[in-house]
């Protein structure tokens, strides 16, 4: 016999959104169809779990059964729809719903739904439309999409639109490095090395370094950094050995770590 969920869907969906992130659907999905009062906070935690690990069409047919039940779609249920399309590359059905967001249901696309699209749009190597839809939004872009088409820039190797988009990020972040790689990385790209030379003068002028890539942990309230070949913690030695071990012990009893996660 099933244990009984609770009645309360703040809990059922903290179950369900666990299960989800942890990439084991299959039981956000049993929980979420043992449910029978489904609310919008239900439905959207399974297709944005669905949509975040690239189950499209999974994602859209709850979407469409989710209307057919008669609950009404917000910003959070097309958000999940639209990170489906992104994942899965589906730029036309991605388009579609943006638009379908407000004509039809009445629902105001936020930052968000837009930074989604373009991210999908540059994904596609469609820069052009994803700067008419920058350019188009409503709201003023943050930073965070202008970042993100000057990524699909360097990847596609578009200079025209790449300094364009970098002009824009580098007035509303000009004190932040990441910036400045991007832009360097894309001259870098198109082997245009005195471009690099002059980015990378500009961050020195600046007092501008990219911070190194690290791993973190909390222990007893204090936070320990570590960063690739790092030896300055007193216990790096010890710490290297026993993460050998480890990965010794895993490899001999073939541990796959989602079943630790889901079992």
């Known amino acids: 016999m099933k244990p009984r969920l609770s009645e309360d869907n703040f809990v059922t969906c903290a179950l369900k959104d666990m299960y989800a992130k942890c990439g084991c659907l299959e039981q956000s999905r049993n929980i979420f169809d043992r449910v029978n009062e489904k609310d919008e906070a239900v439905w959207n935690v399974i297709i944005a779990g ?76 469609q820069l052009n439309e994803a700067l008419k839809l920058v350019n188009e939004m409503p709201d003023e872009p943050d930073s965070g999409i202008w970042s993100s088409l000057l990524s ?36 870098a790209g198109l082997g245009k090395w005195d471009e690099v030379r002059k980015v990378r003068q500009r961050m020195k002028e600046n007092g501008l370094y990219k911070d190194a890539g690290c791993s973190w942990i909390e222990i007893g309230g204090k936070v320990y950094r570590f960063l690739v070949s790092d030896g300055s913690l007193s216990e790096s030695k010890k710490i290297q050995q026993t993460w050998i071990k480890l990965e010794k012990k895993k490899a001999k009893l073939d541990i796959n770590p989602t079943q630790v996660v889901c079992s």
């Open 152 to 187: 699909s820039c360097r990847n596609y190797g578009d200079l025209e639109i790449g300094e364009e988009v970098s002009r824009k990020l580098l007035e509303l972040e000009p004190n932040k490095a990441e910036n400045y790689v991007l832009l360097s990385n894309l001259y």
């Open 50 to 125: 669905y949509g975040i690990h690239g189950h499209v069409l999974k994602a859209i047919e709850l979407f469409g059964l989710m209307q057919n039940k008669g609950c009404r779609p917000d910003s959070f249920t097309f958000l999940g729809v639209l990170i489906a399309c992104n994942h899965a590359g589906l730029v036309t059905e991605g388009l579609k719903y943006l638009g379908q967001m407000q004509s039809l249901y009445g629902v105001k696309p936020k930052l968000e739904h837009y930074a989604c699209v373009v991210d999908m749009l540059g994904r596609a190597g």
